[in-house]
Antibody
Framework: EVQLVETGGGLVQPGRSLKLSCVASGFTFSNYWMTWTRQAPGKGLEWVASITNSGGSTYYPDSVKGRFTISRDNAQNTLYLKMNSLRSEDTATYYC?????????WGQGTLVTVSS | DIQMTQSPASLSASLGETVTIECRAS??????LAWYQQKPGKSPQLLIY???NFHTGVPSRFSGSGSGTQYSLKINSLQSEDVASYFC?????????FGAGTKLEL
């Protein structure tokens, strides 16, 4: 069974940093692209970052480019999202998802609240 | 960026009814479209990819269609467990973008 478990969310002040983790199980992690997607409270979904299966290439929307970094450790079956210079508009539940184009499996999400 | 306009924003229907949700892209996305279902308090779940391909375990009462800029999700014989929000997503081009969602109620 595919499982994705995110951790690392919490309350953080504007301008500070936070690092999310996602531990994967139930599939060969190193074979798949991985993606972070977020959802602001009561709002829709927003693609945040994607990484190739090897970790050699990464992709971001302009809204987070230069502030967020997606990475992975295939030996530890773990995906990361380092978020710097956080803003109030980054407040959301962050989901770890498996997939390059469409996202077949989602974690339960971890809530990040950016507030002073 | 490709804009995805989803309609209606909310929908009230009856058990056994057939409903259709529409998604319009701001440019041709060449069938690069997926649909997700999100039940209250839960993570989204993939229903359909490549416009009309079912994800594993998705009931056959769900179907997808469309081409170019116009796509739709159809739910036949509405069941109580279909109460959820539905989102479309284009992956033809970066940045991937989602529709704003349709909240389906009974």
């Amino acid at each position: 069974e595919v499982q994705l478990v995110e951790t690392g969310g919490g309350l953080v002040q504007p301008g500070r940093s936070l690092k999310l983790s996602c531990v994967a199980s139930g599939f060969t992690f190193s074979n798949y692209w991985m993606t972070w997607t977020r959802q602001a409270p009561g709002k829709g979904l927003e693609w945040v970052a994607s990484i190739t299966n090897s970790g050699g290439s990464t992709y971001y929307p302009d809204s987070v480019k230069g502030r967020f970094t997606i990475s992975r450790d295939n030996a530890q079956n773990t995906l990361y999202l380092k978020m710097n210079s956080l803003r109030s508009e980054d407040t959301a539940t962050y989901y770890c998802t498996r997939g390059q184009l469409w996202f077949a499996y989602w974690g339960q999400g971890t809530l990040v609240t950016v507030s002073s | 960026d490709i804009q995805m306009t989803q309609s209606p924003a909310s929908l009230s229907a009856s058990l056994g009814e057939t409903v259709t949700i529409e998604c319009r892209a701001s440019e041709d996305i060449y069938n690069g479209l997926a649909w997700y279902q999100q039940k209250p308090g839960k993570s989204p779940q993939l229903l359909i990819y490549n416009t009309n391909n079912f994800h594993t375990g998705v009931p056959s009462r769900f179907s997808g269609s469309g081409s170019g800029t116009q796509y739709s999700l159809k739910i036949n014989s509405l069941q109580s467990e279909d109460v959820a929000s539905y989102f479309c997503q284009q992956y033809y081009d970066y940045p991937f973008t989602f529709g704003a969602g349709t909240k389906l109620e009974l």
